[in-house]
């Protein structure tokens, strides 16, 4: 079965298995364990326009089914990932998609002016949870406004394609991704994590060296997928769905409930060949589940789309 | 040195109850015993997360290494509970290790509870390579939970072993012996394991006037240097920074480490 | 080791353990595998002015670590509950909290006031995750001046002790924390499940009948715990602290993180007596972290409370 | 009926591979031998909830019930791995069975897949109580899936077998031999249990003219009637609402049921 995935300016992936931002490092760190040539893309950790510096440690904790991380988007800086990185990025098949971070509208910017036009840069993913220092603090991801003028910026200084990754820690995500959409984003990629906590009983303080920290895992699956099935139906623009995804039949729901392609990145730290395994049974489970192509089963679950009577059929669950 | 990473099932030949909780897995695979001493093994445990644990044995030529560990959650119990015959999923040897010791230079190893059994993979490993036998400090909370005492013996090696709570031993900590020794030794090279207070008092008292190396534990994510979770701050050729403990790491200079 | 808690306007329970809305029923049906007695408290299932019809099948969904329920807070209405279910409860020792629901501010004010003064009814929890169907249907518990408004009408009919229930599903639960308590709440309760979804992928459908559902267990504990860490360092009224406890050790953490008492849902599906368990045990695990009572433990994990140099010890985990 | 509720570790005291993918455990236990069938144990597995299952064998002399199930997904996974000698954590016997039949009525079971299973503990637990034998019609999607039809047998019943596709007996569903054998019996009491969709077409056929005990299936939390997840819209005393499957039911009758 053909994997493609073809994305708005020409972007086109050769399966719709993308390697998360923050849990892939710049590419080199996994090349050992993994397979890298046949993953559809590698979202690379977060860069800033200069380095920063990230969370004094522990940055990370096991909680059930899921793990928390505060890395605080430790990241040598753009400069640095482009004369170190980039070049063995370059030498392979995925697409590269540079994840991009900043504390000001200013900041993003000049990152993503930086990388426009580079050879071995094929997108940008824009991350709007960093805190904006200018705006008191609250996440560029929190407000529709402040996601639309960081948007809005970045398109202004690139060509390459764009997706906008949206903070699930907001009442209404379908506000926020309008608004990425009414910016010129062409893309969504959704999840990032979820704001949680743990507790050290024994030393009796937050786990965490940054206190709270971000949910991913199996565990945030549910809300994921409930982002993205709300969004899939208020944009218009393709989602790049991410959160908890585990295994080829976690890839399906996600493609069901309205997502184009996909990213992984927690189950990887506990197998690092995961993405290669969901790639190759991708097709049997597609197969399996009477699709003939990727592309029939993106939306499925979708209202309309549905093959179900959904009002006749689901108060008799047979 | 180079790193050689691998990722491999490897089988339990051999599970011994060293201590009260702790247990010692003695695994068959050529792939992690080409592991330097003070580096680790991931191991693949029913969490979301591998356990990293150090080596305390590396037999190259029978193909052999060993892991021993503390029992203290979830992971290390359902480790505890593994039989011989049962694989282990485990990616390594990861980090950088020890340095070899300088032949012609004093060494003393200094351990504390867990951080014992790397200690003795160093001995082991290059205690043919120099003239002069390292000394050894173990040290833990009570005598129960000195670890490899006899084994370190066995190679011949003076051992001075320290209680907290005078179960056994010299009742203090390790630090005692250590500024006893290094006050009768020049030129010293110092390796240390052991829980963090413990390797911060041997970082105070060498004071970068000798060469301590010191092996770190920190909470790791993905263990080979893509998820920046395992760091410490430290000065490195960049000037201070925070430093992946499993690739830059977990074997430190004392003076790089800024506490 | 004394576990009693004492809340305002004289509530005092037992023990700090209570069985949490919708997942004890009434208290009769779990009572034959439970000793009931010895609970702290029991919050029943959601009660409305009139019947509710609930939503329809599926209505429950396993996830990692979770549940996702759609039961659309079915019940039989106030009356009912007065005349079948009351009496039952009055017989036996736990604390009797009443969840109260509505979908307009008369509804919650109605049910409330038809709730005051009766024997064996010891406190209100206002559940505010219903929708607004006034107000285009976002639910009370998303906007800080409908959690205030309905807070405020609830008020003014009842003398009961009233907690507030948080909904996680808000870019900020601190403001609405914050209306509750201004609006005249004793307690707050926190959290209520987080909206998620799940897909049948046999079925090409969502796979809850209400289409969306509430996320409930341990893999929502991070989150619940976050919310209380910074909730309890923005108002002076207690918490009541659930989502996902399983164990005497979360219920530490809740403690740990700023509640006074906790509420259980979920885990009882798997472990009827699993509340049992953990007030048998809490004692010790108290005693094992060194508090010699249970007062000592809430809030000893925020800032200024905790015993730890949190500055100086955050960067060097020992 | 008085429903007597129980919580137990119940030793599995016989395990079989009934068939492709279907295994049946006999669970030594006097309290769930105490069921009425159409009951059902709710079983204690790995995941986040219990998995409804219905006794397939009830033998109160002895204190052994059967449960035999499909493995369908990881609960029934693990079920399935199960050995003689541990034990299950079972609440139960939870939920509505079956009426006894009126010894003056005829009787018929139909059962499809893993339906059939409460209707062989029906026919044992009742066939002395009544003159007239019950038939029995049992369908599958395919002969490796028909389950207890020796069981039936060994019973002395007349059994009538169909198949989706042909592959043993009838071919078609089980409602064709169901049809036929109603036009020839007057006054008849049905014991259904099965896919929905099944069901449906039973009731369908009955039409409110015959006496139909269908036994149904939903999605279950708590499985004692807390929680209101186990829900189908059925008229009860207070009209139509929805009832729940793990207490008003499983068992409803026939005209009770919205669909
Ligand atoms: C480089 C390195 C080498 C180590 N070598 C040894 C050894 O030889 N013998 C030994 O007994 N222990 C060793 N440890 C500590 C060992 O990793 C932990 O005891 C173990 O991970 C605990 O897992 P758990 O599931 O039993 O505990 P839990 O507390 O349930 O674990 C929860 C999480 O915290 C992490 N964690 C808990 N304690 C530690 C710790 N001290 N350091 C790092 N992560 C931790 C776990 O890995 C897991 O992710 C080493 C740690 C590091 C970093
Ligand atoms: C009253 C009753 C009696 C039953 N009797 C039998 C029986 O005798 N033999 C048999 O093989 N099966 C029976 N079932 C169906 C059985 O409960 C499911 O096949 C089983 O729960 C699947 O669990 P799983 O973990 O293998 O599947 P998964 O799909 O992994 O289960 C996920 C979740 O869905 C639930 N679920 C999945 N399928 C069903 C289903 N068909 N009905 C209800 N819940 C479901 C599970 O309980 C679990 O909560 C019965 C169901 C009910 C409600
Ligand atoms: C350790 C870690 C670091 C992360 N760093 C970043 C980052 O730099 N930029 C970003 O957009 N997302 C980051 N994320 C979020 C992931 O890209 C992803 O959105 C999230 O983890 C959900 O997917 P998962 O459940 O498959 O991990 C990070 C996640 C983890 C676990
Ligand atoms: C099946 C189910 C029904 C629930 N019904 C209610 C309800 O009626 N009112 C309410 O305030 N909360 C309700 N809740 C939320 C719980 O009270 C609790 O806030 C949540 O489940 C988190 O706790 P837990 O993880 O321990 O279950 C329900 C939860 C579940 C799982
Ligand atoms: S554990 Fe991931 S970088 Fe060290
Ligand atoms: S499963 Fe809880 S009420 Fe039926």
Redesign the interface.
């Known amino acids: 079965m053909d994997l493609r995935v073809i994305l708005p300016r020409g972007l086109e992936l050769a399966n719709p298995v993308m390697a998360a931002s923050g849990t892939f490092g710049f590419g080199p760190e996994y090349s050992q364990f993994v397979n890298i040539d046949a993953l559809g893309g590698i979202s690379v950790k977060g860069v800033s326009p200069e380095p920063w510096t990230g969370n004094p440690p522990p940055r990370i904790w096991e909680t059930p089914m899921g793990l928390l991380n505060s890395i605080g988007l430790q990241n040598p800086g753009v400069d640095v990932f482009i004369e170190k990185d980039l070049p063995f990025l370059r030498q392979h098949q995925p697409r590269v998609i540079v994840n991009i971070i900043g504390h000001t509208v200013d900041e993003y910017q000049r990152v993503a002016e930086r990388l426009d036009g580079l050879d071995g840069v094929h997108a940008l993913e824009v991350n709007i949870s960093c805190p904006n220092i200018k705006e008191g603090g609250m996440s560029f991801g929190q407000d529709p406004d402040q996601a639309y003028a960081v948007t809005h910026a970045v398109r202004q200084v690139t060509n390459l394609p764009i997706m906008v990754k949206l903070s699930p820690n907001v009442t209404s995500p379908v506000l926020i991704a309008q608004a990425i959409e009414a910016a010129g984003a062409d893309m969504i990629s959704a999840i990032n994590t979820v704001v949680g906590l743990a507790i050290d009983i024994d030393h009796r303080r937050p786990a965490l060296g940054g206190i709270t920290g971000g949910l991913s895992g199996p565990a945030i699956k549910p809300v994921a997928l409930r982002i993205i099935y709300e969004v899939a139906q208020a944009v218009h623009i393709p989602i790049i769905g991410m959160g908890g995804i585990a295994s080829a039949t976690d890839v399906l729901e996600f493609l069901m409930a309205g997502a184009s392609a996909v990213m992984v990145g927690t189950i990887t730290f506990q197998y690092p060949d995961r993405m290669n395994q969901i790639i190759n049974e991708l097709p049997q489970v597609l197969q399996a589940h009477g699709f003939t192509s990727l592309q029939e089963a993106v939306g499925a679950a979708l209202p309309g789309k549905s093959t179900w009577p959904l009002k006749e059929e689901i108060p008799y669950e047979s | 040195m180079a790193i050689e990473?691998n990722?491999s099932k490897s089988p339990i030949i051999e599970r011994t109850d060293v201590a009260d909780s702790h247990v010692e897995l003695i695994l068959k695979s050529p792939e992690l015993a080409k592991a330097t001493p003070g580096q680790f093994a991931h191991v693949?445990t029913p969490?979301?997360?591998?356990r990293p644990i150090s080596f305390s044995r590396i037999d190259r030529s029978q193909g052999e290494v060993g892991i021993l560990f503390q029992i203290v959650g979830s992971g290390t119990q359902w480790l505890a509970q593994r039989q011989v015959g049962e694989s282990l999923d485990v990616?390594g040897p990861l980090g950088h290790g020890f340095p070899a010791p300088d032949p012609s230079r004093p060494w003393v190893l200094v351990g504390g509870g867990v951080g014992i059994p790397p200690l003795y993979s160093a001995a082991e490993t290059w205690i043919s390579t120099t003239p002069n036998p390292p000394f050894v400090i173990i040290g833990a909370r009570k005598s129960a939970w000195i670890l490899m005492e006899e084994d370190f013996k066995g190679l011949g090696l003076a051992v001075e072993v320290t209680t907290d709570d005078g179960s056994a031993g010299y009742q203090g900590t390790v630090i005692g012996p250590l500024e006893q020794w290094l006050s009768r030794h020049e030129n010293a090279q110092v390796y240390a394991c052991g829980?963090?207070?413990m390797l911060?008092a041997v970082a105070n008292l060498v004071q970068g006037q000798v060469t301590a190396y010191l092996a770190l534990?920190?909470?790791?994510?993905?263990?080979?240097?893509?998820?920046?979770?395992?760091?410490?701050?430290a000065r490195g050729e960049k000037g201070l920074?925070?430093r992946r403990v499993c690739t830059e790491g977990p074997v430190f200079r004392a003076e790089e480490l800024m506490?």
Chains 1, 3 share one sequence.
């Open positions: 990473n990722w693949l969490g979301m997360l591998r990616l829980p963090t207070p911060k534990e920190q909470r790791m994510g993905c263990g080979i240097g893509a998820c920046l979770a395992c760091v410490v701050p920074s925070y506490w």
